[in-house]
């Protein structure tokens, strides 16, 4: 089992920035990729951000990627999302998750069916 938490969400202005973490527990995590979603009011659940486990491969959502920056520490079993120049519709709840890395890769990390570990969520909400 993986146990992923994640802290950092709140409530910034339009412009602001933030910086999501989640912190992994459990199994031997150079077995997993991880990855970054979001889910607003209403919508489905979108990809927003994956990262290897050894921190050398990275994808970003199109949207997101001039804007938002997936990292890791791995002494710290420790994934982050640092969000800049946030706006009204970056407003969601974000999840953290955790897929095998056998298998990742740029057309696996992007689907939620990938991973097999989701975090409980953290709260952003970007005010205008």
């Known amino acids: 089992q993986v146990q992923l938490v994640e802290s950092g969400g709140g409530l910034v202005q339009a412009g602001g920035s933030l910086r999501l973490s989640c912190a992994a527990s459990?199994?031997?995590?150079?077995?997993?990729?991880m990855g970054w979603f979001r889910q607003a009011p209403g919508k489905e659940r979108e990809f927003v951000a994956a990262?290897?486990?050894?921190?050398?491969?990275?994808y970003y959502a199109d949207s997101m990627k001039d804007r938002f920056t997936i990292s890791l520490d791995n002494a710290k079993n420790t994934v982050y999302l640092q969000m800049n120049s946030l706006k009204p519709e970056d407003t969601a709840v974000y999840y953290c998750?955790?897929?095998?890395?056998?298998?990742?890769?740029?057309?696996?990390?992007?689907?939620?069916?990938?991973?097999?570990?989701w975090g409980q969520g953290t709260q952003v909400t970007v005010s205008s």
């Open positions: 459990g199994r031997t995590f150079t077995n997993y990729a």
């Open positions: 990262i290897s486990w050894s921190g050398g491969s990275r």
């Open positions: 998750a955790a897929g095998p890395s056998a298998y990742y890769s740029g057309s696996s990390a992007v689907r939620s069916q990938f991973y097999d570990y």
